[in-house]
């Protein structure tokens, strides 16, 4: 779970709200996102209260279990407070007072009342910060002289007091749990486009954008029995969607079994894949039990399927469509209930073309196929995931995290990369075994130059706004230039409709320009 959802399970229900922004309103997840230190968190209050007062002096006040501010947070625009007493306001906390409170003389009651009076403080608008049961703090706005605050300023503060609360928790939350802050540190405000999906998913597995489509048919197929092919070079994810797909199904507490149908010498496959009784053949010992069998109840994934020898792909025919096996020199069926996955990075097709690949098992096998693009065909994920694997590689080789030096992402983002995924993780692993600068330097493997990209038209890094935009706009080509609904753009994004039409007029994307 990341850092917002868990802010977002601690706050009462419907109290966060889209805010205006300068190009739109957004999301409120997409506005605190950012907030990672004290000044963050101001100058994140100050614009949302920007259109109601210009200069705003801020206390922020958050208390522990037993009702003790444990942290003071201030911003003083034109105003010298006092230092704050260290045992003051039980009161704010226990009354949980809101609204203004004009000050015409010290308070005997609150020694912080007093202090902001002395300090030249006449008026204070308070609002209570709140998680699902009590406040937790409160935030103050201070003026110098009496009747400053506008009516729509109160009514603005009421309304945005659930986003106070989110922002307020957030560097909390950031300063008890610190691994979070180095997740979010180490992605520099980028780790919305980084993320592991779901619980359910293997944690290892992370996806940018352009493996959302792919990370969407896993959610689709997962709870069904559908048999799925999962196609795609080597080193895609294959294998680790595989194991994806079987830990959000409901197969998950069942064995996953996988045999490789290509490191297998022939004459072994069929006794691996169905097991054989003693003395079924010469050196048949003892009875054993094969893959399909094991894997009963759960996920049989078959990797590089394209390898099977066509005898064996006529008896796996046989056990998708019977769902049942005999042992080799066995004579009774066993019924097996097996989900099957299957992977290739051959084209089956062009198997059938030349007689190596049965079509009646291909078409059982090609229920619900799964593209993994190679990672020259998505570009715009590589500084992410070259950061990802650094800093997995520093922590399993207990090396400080440190951020790979610019020129050679520049570099890799141009490399064509024959091993994909598995090649990066290896490549950023040696490096950082290899590397104590504080920048990590990587070369580009030699003898391989960097390929033009896709177009022609060369291969420069692009920014992040241009590779929105072009994420951007495959997702209204791919759904036609739908953008609600399911399978619309912003369905495959993964975001809200509302937050994709402004980010396509921020962008200038016009979808009629796209989709003729
Ligand atoms: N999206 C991903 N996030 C994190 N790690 C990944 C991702 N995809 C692949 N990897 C890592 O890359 C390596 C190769 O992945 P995997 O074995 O699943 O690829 P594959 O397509 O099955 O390869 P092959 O066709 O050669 O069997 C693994 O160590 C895997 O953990």
């Not at 005898?311 to 769902?323: F, G, H, N, P, Y």
């Amino acid at each position: 779970m990341d850092l917002l959802a868990l802010i977002e399970l601690l706050l009462p229900e419907g109290t966060l709200p889209e805010v205006q922004s300068q190009n739109g309103r957004i999301e409120w997840k997409e506005a605190i996102g950012n907030i990672k230190n004290e000044d963050d968190l101001f100058a994140f209050i100050s614009s949302v209260l920007q259109p109601y007062l210009h200069t705003l002096s801020l206390l922020i006040g958050v208390a522990d279990v037993n009702g003790h501010i444990s942290h003071w947070w201030r911003k003083t625009d034109g105003l010298t407070l006092l230092p704050l007493p260290r045992k003051v306001s039980e009161h704010f906390m226990q009354d949980n007072i809101s609204g203004v409170l004009e000050m015409y003389a010290p308070d005997r009651r609150s020694a912080l009342q007093t202090t902001l009076f002395n300090s030249g403080v006449r008026e204070m608008l308070m609002v209570p910060l709140r998680n699902h049961t009590s406040s937790f703090g409160f935030l103050c706005i201070l003026a110098k002289h009496h009747n400053t605050f506008p009516k729509s300023l109160q009514i603005a503060v009421n309304r945005y007091a659930g986003l106070f609360a989110a922002a307020t928790l957030k560097l909390l939350l950031r300063e008890a749990l610190p691994q979070w802050l180095e997740e979010e540190d180490m992605n520099d405000g980028d780790e919305q486009e980084l993320f592991v999906h779901n619980e359910l998913l293997p944690a290892k597995l992370v996806s940018g954008i352009a493996l959302r489509p792919a990370i969407k048919q896993v959610r689709q197929v997962a709870p069904t029995d559908a048999t799925v092919l999962l196609t795609g070079e080597t080193g895609t994810g294959k294998e680790l969607f595989a194991e994806a797909i079987h830990l959000s199904s409901l197969r998950r507490h069942k064995a996953f079994v996988k045999i490789n149908c290509a490191a297998l010498p022939p004459q072994l496959i069929e006794s691996e894949l169905f097991g054989h009784e003693k003395g079924a053949f010469t050196g048949a010992f003892h009875r054993r039990i094969g893959k399909i069998e094991m894997a009963d109840g759960g996920t049989l994934f078959l990797d590089e399927i394209g390898e099977l020898p066509l005898d064996m792909q006529a008896k796996l025919l046989r056990v998708i469509q019977e769902k049942e096996i005999e042992r080799i020199g066995g004579s009774d069926t066993i019924p097996v209930n097996v989900r099957i996955i299957a992977a290739t990075n051959r084209r089956l097709e062009d198997e059938i073309q030349l007689g190596r690949f049965r079509q009646d098992l291909y078409y059982r096998l090609y229920v619900f196929p799964i593209h993994l693009p190679a990672l020259r065909e998505r570009r715009e994920d590589i500084a992410l995931l070259l950061q990802h694997f650094a800093r997995n590689a520093a922590r399993k080789y207990g090396k400080p995290i440190r951020p790979i030096a610019p020129a050679s992402v520049m570099a890799l983002v141009d490399y064509h990369w024959p091993g994909n995924i598995r090649e990066m993780e290896h490549m950023v692993e040696r490096a950082v075994i290899a590397n104590d600068t504080p920048l990590i330097t990587i070369d580009v493997p030699t003898g391989n130059k960097a390929l033009p990209m896709e177009d022609g038209a060369g291969s420069p890094l692009l920014t992040l706004a241009e590779t929105e935009r072009q994420t951007i706009i495959r997702a209204l080509r791919y759904s036609n230039g739908r953008i609600r609904g399911p399978q619309g753009a912003a369905d495959l994004l993964d975001i809200k409709p509302t937050t994709l039409e402004a980010r396509m007029k921020k962008l200038g994307i016009v979808k009629e320009h796209i989709v003729r």
